[in-house]
């Protein structure tokens, strides 16, 4: 799972970033508000964390603007704030949860938690292609009762793939939905990681190989002598 935290305290945003890194979640850091809505804006975020007195663009800006694009991603604001009417004015600006500082790491992933098991409405335990299933509660990979555990970068690879089975996934989008933007990954790195996957799906006897499109990207397809 993916998390934008947008906070200007930069030890409060690394001190989030870790509490969360802990619980093995990806998190990319803004340190503004401006910045916080580009990288929102992108949609490859499973929650934002988002302060609202921010330089730039304020939190409440930042939701609204996300709302109005169509950006559904679960907003959970955090502000020093504890005015009934400042809470109203968060949710109505697009927010789906808000927190008051200071506050516990218990509480802060308790209400992360919550805002994943929200998100959609349905908890889904399993993502289907042709002949395999991943199961996102363990990361095991399996085909005809045969399955296989994947390691964390090899688990979120995959759910990317099966869950766009169809349509050609960039080694640009990998590297930004599995290392984050401020890595220092490169084509290499996800090359490599294919390459487990590819023979975990060997292993597994599954019918599905992860198709190289040259210099664009991967997607799943049935093997042609299946």
């Not at 984050?180 to 599905?208: C, H, M, P, Q, T």
Request: charged residues 30%; proline residues 2%.
């Amino acid at each position: 799972m993916q998390i934008l935290v947008v906070e200007d305290e930069k030890r409060l945003a690394e001190g989030l970033a870790h509490i969360l890194k802990e619980q093995k979640y990806m998190v990319d850091i803004a340190y503004d508000g401006r910045d916080g809505l580009d990288l929102a804006i992108s949609g490859i975020y499973d929650i934002i964390i988002l302060d609202i007195m921010l330089p730039k663009m304020n939190g409440y800006e930042v939701a609204a603007f996300l709302r109005k694009e169509k950006v559904a991603t679960p907003i959970l604001m955090l502000t020093a704030k504890d005015q009934i009417s400042d809470k109203v004015k968060g949710l109505d600006a697009g927010a789906d949860d808000y927190m008051t500082k200071p506050f516990s790491p218990e509480e802060l992933l308790a209400r992360v938690r919550a805002l994943t098991r929200r998100q959609g409405e349905v908890v889904i335990d399993e993502v289907e292609f042709h002949d395999i299933k991943l199961n996102l509660s363990t990361c095991d990979l399996s085909c005809n009762g045969k399955s296989v555990h994947l390691n964390f970068k090899e688990f979120e690879i995959m759910k990317i793939l099966m869950q766009n089975p169809l349509i050609v996934t960039t080694k640009e989008e990998l590297i930004v939905k599995v290392w984050g933007y401020d890595s220092n990954a490169v084509d290499n790195n996800v090359e490599v990681y294919i390459s487990f996957l590819r023979k975990k799906l060997d292993f597994i006897s599954s019918k599905i190989e992860i198709a190289s499109l040259r210099k664009i990207g991967y997607r799943l397809e049935v093997k042609t002598n299946a």
